[in-house]
């Protein structure tokens, strides 16, 4: 399909009778090229922490300090969010796109040229602020150029290096700063961005919203610095690097900020954030409920470096081999997912997955440092492969039912959530920690105080059940592709 013939008002129909009742081979190489966008953001976000202590030691900074690097991508990231769907609307997804994978390999190059501290910093500034408007406008143009009917399979290619990134990062991020200089974990988004923008160019439509809706600024502002007051406060929860009351205020801010735009959205079909999505069933049982789940998943690598790492006492790079056992499972389950969601259908998909999927969080609390490491990695790979299951159904049921006037905000509405509940999961798996560590009046983190947090955060998945449970038995049947008619 070329860019001149297509036409957005066919995205997310029904498709016509002529259309193809499955993804062909061509069909699944463009989810996987705008897939990339999440492939550099989420090794980005996973390489950093290894690094910090290499970084710390050129730069000439106290490790701590260096936290500021991800703190501050994290804060630009969260600022620019709410207003990506709009620019896109505005400027054409497509050509936003592109913009934003450059952007983030100009600003990546930075970081890994970077001489100093405040350098560093800008510089990852502007990495979050890209990468703020990469990830969701590449979810805008997967979702305007797919058929529904496509949809799941095109969601289980796209969200794949959301599931990889965070396994495979700690092994690179690892491998680089023990056999190579600590700016090679920057440059290797390089060939990356140019590859991908060389496909996108070649092979992505141009999608563009015919009508924009004029900016909301207050809107914006609201929900940027609502959201980067929260993110940051869950960043901070638990590791003792800001006063309590600082957090509580952040917090406060946060709250009251969101509260305000609550009253601002209400009724104003302009709003940044439309709020009228999360009265569609399936959005919110995807959003919200799925909100649970994916903070037990943001939890997950967190948990597993502090206990492989620091409870086992393993190397970086013998933790991150051992961890991208889940991303194996996560791999063998990415074609098994729009069959299974076919079959047995989303609701009862995410019912039974779901609770097996947290009773595969609670399990790693068994592990042990004399467990044999063939055992470990078992377990790894079975619960890689349940959350893939889950992440993927999440992801299509999330757009199940969104007309095409509501894609662009529903898109950011929904990118918003995810970031801030996967933040969510590290700084609650934190504080739990710590408190578990000080209820033990234990000196020095053990593994002891570490295990219980897998069944913490397996307990916090099983809440997103009671979402699943009020869908409805056909919820999603329109994502599955038609059952053709046999010829008489």
Avoid at 222 to 231: D, P, Y
Wanted: proline share 7%; with cysteine; hydrophobic share 55%.
């Amino acid at each position: 399909m070329s860019d001149d013939t297509f036409d957005p008002r066919l995205v997310l129909a029904d498709p016509p009778a002529s259309a193809p009742t499955s993804i062909g081979p061509p069909g699944w190489i463009v989810p996987a090229i705008i897939g990339s966008a999440l492939l550099m953001s989420s090794l980005e976000s996973t390489v950093m922490s290894n690094a910090l202590p290499s970084i710390a030691r050129a730069l000439h900074e106290e490790p701590l300090r260096l936290n500021m690097a991800i703190s501050m991508y994290l804060l630009s990231s969260a600022v620019f969010l709410p207003v990506s769907g709009w620019v896109a609307d505005k400027f054409g997804a497509k050509r936003i796109f592109l913009a934003s994978m450059i952007l983030f390999a100009i600003s990546s190059a930075g970081c890994g040229l970077a001489g100093s501290f405040i350098q560093l910093i800008l510089a990852r500034i502007f990495q979050g602020a890209s990468a703020a408007m990469m990830v969701p406008v590449a979810r805008l143009v997967l979702l305007r150029m797919t058929p529904k009917h496509e949809l799941v399979g095109a969601m289980s290619i796209f969200t794949m290096p959301a599931l990889v990134g965070p396994v495979v990062g700690p092994i690179l991020g690892g491998f680089i700063v023990t056999y190579f200089n600590w700016r090679w974990i920057f440059f290797i988004n390089l060939p990356i961005a140019v590859i991908a923008v060389i496909l996108v160019r070649a092979c992505v439509p141009d999608v563009k919203e015919r009508e924009v809706p004029p900016i909301d600024g207050l809107g914006i502002a609201l929900t940027g610095v609502g959201l980067a007051s929260m993110m940051f406060g869950f960043e901070n929860l638990g590791r003792n690097f800001l006063p309590a009351w600082q957090i509580t205020a952040l917090f406060v801010v946060s709250l009251a900020c969101f509260a305000v735009y609550w009253r601002h959205a209400t009724g104003n079909r302009h709003a940044i954030i439309d709020l009228a999505v999360f009265r569609i069933g399936t959005f919110n049982a995807a959003t919200v409920g799925g909100g649970f789940m994916r903070i037990s998943i943001g939890a997950m690598p967190f948990l597993l470096a502090m206990l492989l790492q620091i409870g086992f006492g393993m190397s970086a790079l013998t933790a991150g081999l051992m961890t991208f056992l889940s991303s194996a499972g996560a791999l063998v389950m990415k074609s098994m997912a729009p069959p299974l969601l076919r079959r047995f259908g989303f609701r009862t998909v995410l019912l039974v997955n779901g609770a097996i999927t947290g009773l595969s969080f609670a399990i790693y609390t068994v592990l042990t440092p004399g467990m044999p490491h063939w055992a470990i990695m078992l377990l790894l790979a079975s619960g890689g492969f349940f959350r893939s299951l889950q992440f993927t159904a999440l992801g299509s049921l999330v757009f199940a039912d969104i007309d095409e006037s509501q894609v662009s905000r529903a898109s950011t509405t929904s990118s918003m959530c995810q970031q801030l509940v996967q933040s969510m999961g590290v700084g609650l798996a934190a504080a739990f920690v710590h408190v578990v560590q000080l209820a033990r009046g234990e000196p020095q983190l053990t593994w002891q105080a570490i295990s219980p947090g897998f069944l913490a955060v397996g307990a916090v998945s099983l809440i997103s059940l009671p979402w699943f449970v009020r869908l409805p038995r056909n919820a999603g049947h329109e994502l599955h592709a038609p059952t053709p008619v046999p010829a008489s």
